[in-house]
Antibody, heavy 117, light 113 residues
């Protein structure tokens, strides 16, 4: 059974940084595009960005609200996806999910990020 | 960016009855490479991550009950639950994955009447 486990969430002050990790098991991680999706409290789903598999160039795309502040990376040797979040704003507060492929067939349980002073 | 608009925002249906949720995209989500629509549907229950129900607009994900079906093409899509069960109470989202930024609809809350 495929498992995705996010970690690294927490409380941070505005302007601070956090790095989320997502470890994927029982899945051909290196062959998949991987995404981060977030959900503000009581709100809908928002795509944050994705990283392509290395065979497709390993490039990244980001949603406009996070472009220039967030960086997605991957380590295929560790089956791990990362989200480096810098210059955090209060509006970045929410549950951050990692998800597989372009249509998100597998999801983690999410990592909670709270940005507050 | 492609804007996804769902209707209605909320819906109450009696058990055993049909539920229909609509999703409209601001531009076509037809993927020219395979002539399929890059449209997915998700179900999210409280406290849980979303669950993929349908992809390529009409392909049911493995393990999803056949009472769930997706239809439509171009800019107009529909998720249909043929006979509503109590466990189908959830929020449903459509999503286009044709090109970044991938975008979701605002969600439709489905309840029992």
């Amino acid at each position: 059974e495929v498992h995705l486990v996010e970690s690294g969430g927490g409380l941070v002050e505005p302007g601070g940084s956090l790095r989320l990790s997502c470890v994927v098991s029982d899945f051909t991680f290196s062959n998949a595009w991987m995404s981060w999706v977030r959900q503000a409290p009581g709100k809908g789903l928002e795509w944050v960005g994705h990283i392509k598999r290395e065979s497709d160039g390993g490039t990244t795309d980001y949603a406009a609200p996070v472009k220039g502040r967030f960086i997605i990376s991957r380590d295929d040797s560790k089956n791990t996806l990362y989200l480096q979040m810098n210059s955090l704003k209060t509006e970045d507060t929410g549950l951050y999910y990692c998800a597989t492929n372009s249509w998100f067939d597998y999801w983690g349980q999410g990592a909670l990020v709270a940005v507050s002073s | 960016d492609i804007v996804m608009t769902q209707s209605p925002d909320s819906l109450a249906v009696s058990l055993g009855e049909r539920a229909t949720i609509n999703c409209k995209s601001s531009q076509s989500v037809l993927y020219s490479f395979n002539n399929k629509n890059c449209l997915g549907w998700y179900q999210q229950k409280p406290g849980e991550p979303p669950k993929l129900l349908i992809y390529w607009a009409s392909t049911r994900e493995s393990g999803v009950p056949d009472r769930f079906s997706g239809s439509g093409s171009g800019t107009d899509f529909t998720l249909t639950i043929s006979s509503l069960q109590a466990e189908d109470v959830a929020v449903y989202y459509c999503q286009q994955y044709c090109s970044p930024p991938q975008t979701f609809g605002q969600g439709t809350k489905l309840q029992i009447k």
